[in-house]
């Protein structure tokens, strides 16, 4: 069953009016299905992931990007042969007719080795990211729109607990959509070490893979969760400045995500706590071996899993709809908002993620920030397990999961 993409109207979209695009995220997150069944009717296309093809383009850059006038070339991991991204530079400089590149990758091009020019400017970007729980279901990124218009419906599909925790265990890679447990956590193992092995190679040089391994493990353990970079150099015994390397790295491949700390303004921001998660919650629980009986009884354990789903379903929405960031929030009195989504007219909506039930006391911090920091309109929700949405005051309300899709 091919699932219809979100982003597949944004490609389609940037395609007619940029020189070409680059669709970036990780691997098999569905970037070659999406660029295969894409509505472009004079197209060439060619992966490099077969070698004769790398050699091709390695042998004749400037031939192999030469295209026919209205024709799209696609090109599968392009971070595999980069020296090809000079050619399509000299190219679309002369030529500035749209829809002449469709670049796909799984590495970032800007922090990816060799590339000297990641033709930003010339080329538009699009992140593909795994599955969202209601991409999933044949649903759209709404649930954004719906809770700042204050229009979620009052009634849901109810998703229990032990639901939401099975639905972050499964994550939202394709592949994996309908695995057994055993055979899913086989899956996630060869491909994180496919990744740090093999795939790391087109970002950064790593001298030292089994600290790389353990810096990945250390961020899958605290996804969600706040620690320093000291820490972490510490436990592994690594500099400080490798330890940020290694990370950026991992960034890189689309493993993991920073979140930045909310701020009445940038200057503000500055030497604030980032809040880096799992970019799929299947990654958390499948690499760690973990059991979803015993994660449903370990509250701190299932507490940050669903978080990082939760996060998971949120940067799907905001990088789909565009005019939203998600940031978080946590000052010195140790108060803290799990997400802030801040709509580009500066309207705020606050996020807890509350694993079980809500109750009055979890809309605490939310009140707060309300009164002495949102400028603009402020809705605070807590999204939790239920079928019901409860209103908790004007502009705050317990939310069911499931309205995330």
């Not at 090809?84 to 922090?111: C, H």
């Not at 790593?206 to 820490?231: T, V």
């Not at 973990?290 to 899993?305: A, H, I």
């Not at 908002?337 to 500066?346: A, S």
């Amino acid at each position: 069953m091919t699932i219809a993409r979100w982003q597949e109207k944004n490609l389609l979209s940037m395609m007619k009016v940029r020189r070409g695009v680059n669709l970036t995220g990780a691997r098999q997150v569905g970037k070659s299905t999406l660029a295969d069944l894409l509505a472009l009717p004079s197209a060439r296309r060619y992966s490099f992931d077969d070698p004769m093809i790398r050699n091709a383009a390695k042998d004749d850059p400037t031939g192999f990007v030469k295209h026919g006038e209205g024709e799209a070339l696609i090109i599968d991991e392009i971070q595999k042969v980069p020296e090809l991204l000079e050619a399509i530079k000299l190219t679309v400089d002369k030529d500035n007719s749209p829809g002449q590149y469709l670049l796909t990758g799984s590495s970032n091009l800007r922090f990816a080795k060799k590339v000297k020019d990641s033709l930003a400017g010339r080329l538009g970007r699009i992140r593909l990211r795994s599955l969202a729980f209601a991409e999933i279901n044949g649903g759209g990124p709404n649930f954004l729109e719906k809770a700042f218009a204050g229009k979620l419906a009052s009634k849901y599909p109810e998703l229990t607990k032990r639901e939401v925790i099975h639905l972050a265990f499964r994550g939202g890679y394709p592949e994996t959509l309908n695995y057994s447990p055993s055979d899913r956590i086989d899956w996630f193992k060869t491909y994180l070490d496919d990744l740090l092995e093999k795939d790391i190679k087109d970002v950064t040089e790593i001298r030292k893979l089994e600290k790389l391994q353990a810096i990945a493990l250390w961020l899958l353990i605290h996804s969600a969760q706040f620690f320093s970079i000291e820490e972490l150099a510490a436990k592994v015994s690594v500099a400080k400045n490798t330890v940020q390397n290694y990370m950026e790295a991992l960034k890189a491949l689309y493993l993991f995500d920073s979140v930045p700390a909310w701020a009445k303004s940038d200057y503000d921001r500055l030497g604030k706590r980032e809040k880096w998660f799992a970019s799929d919650s299947g990654l958390i629980a499948n690499i760690l071996g973990w059991n979803e009986e015993e994660v449903y009884l370990d509250e701190k354990r299932n507490g940050k899993l669903i978080e990082s789903w939760v996060y998971q379903q949120l940067a799907s929405m905001t990088e789909t709809l565009g005019g939203y960031t998600v940031s978080h929030y946590r000052d010195n009195q140790k108060r803290e908002i799990d997400f802030v989504v801040e709509r580009n007219d500066g309207a705020i909506l606050g996020i807890e993620v509350k694993a079980g039930q809500a109750s009055l006391d979890d809309f605490k911090t939310l009140k707060w920030f309300a009164k002495n920091l949102a400028k603009k309109t402020f809705t605070g929700i807590v999204l939790y397990s239920g079928s019901q949405t409860l209103r908790f005051g004007e502009g705050f309300y317990a939310v069911p999961f499931s309205a995330l899709g």
